[in-house]
């Protein structure tokens, strides 16, 4: 299927210039404390490369992406654009949710209520260009949106403040979220404004009435937490 025809898919006036556009927001902007790294983990190297450009990179691949827009801390001075379609917003906060939200308002003149923004973790270098298409092939036409997320394979344990299980959690309909999470910009705007105890973009969706689609995603597209999973994107990644 072609770039045009994607588009057109998506797009249910028969105006092309209110076709919604599509952009890439990346929170870069965490310290990656539980990596007990010298430096934020998505600065990391995996492949010769930090693991935020794989990050970035698998966005590039998709004509149907506008801009990719990273937020970095103010004084970050480790992440560069070298990319024109890409973009350094130097305004991350101290949460993921402050960070998303501060890079969607200093957007407020760019994007359109109704154009999509598909966030993605800066340490998640594990996505494809095929799970990217499927997200959107999946959400491009659904009124809400929707995550890449990967159904619960394991028995999950309660435990208590002693460490110790209390309980035994039925895995039956429970599912990993993942991202990229793909919504429309007014909608995740607002959403995120109201509810700043928001973990990931999803529940801030959820918290507002709205059910996000569930787009089947991949063990190998995991968030980079603690040291040895850098090891573990190594193996499951090949050299670009």
């Not at 927001?25 to 794989?54: C, E, F, N, T």
């Not at 992440?79 to 906060?93: I, K, Q, S, Y």
């Not at 799970?131 to 344990?157: I, M, N, S, W, Y």
Request: overall charge neutral; aromatic content about 8%.
């Amino acid at each position: 299927m072609s770039f045009a025809h994607q588009r057109v898919k998506c797009v249910k006036t028969d105006v092309m210039h209110m076709m919604p556009l599509f952009y890439a927001l990346i929170p870069a902007a965490g310290s990656g404390s539980r990596m007990g790294a010298a430096i934020p983990k998505q600065y990391s190297y995996l492949h010769g490369r930090q693991v935020i450009d794989h990050s970035v990179a698998t966005f590039l691949i998709q004509p149907w992406i506008e801009q990719v827009y990273v937020v970095v801390s103010p004084e970050d001075t480790h992440f560069h654009a070298e990319d024109r379609r890409v973009t350094r917003l130097p305004v991350g906060g101290l949460t993921r949710r402050d960070t998303v939200l501060n890079g969607l308002q200093a957007l407020t003149e760019k994007l359109r209520p109704d154009d999509w923004v598909l966030v993605h973790d800066a340490a998640r270098p594990g996505l494809t260009p095929e799970l990217l298409q499927r997200l959107f092939d999946e959400c491009c036409h659904d009124p809400v949106g929707g995550l890449l997320a990967v159904p619960v394979a394991d028995t999950l344990k309660k435990a208590d403040d002693q460490g110790r299980a209390v309980g035994t959690i039925p895995r039956t309909g429970l599912w990993a979220a993942q991202t990229p999470q793909m919504f429309r910009y007014a909608m995740l705007l607002e959403a995120l404004q109201q509810l700043p105890s928001a973990t990931d973009e999803s529940s801030a969706i959820e918290a507002l009435g709205f059910h996000p689609r569930l787009v089947m995603g991949d063990a190998r597209n995991f968030k980079l937490t603690y040291p040895h999973d850098l090891q573990r994107a190594q193996q499951g990644m090949e050299p670009a």
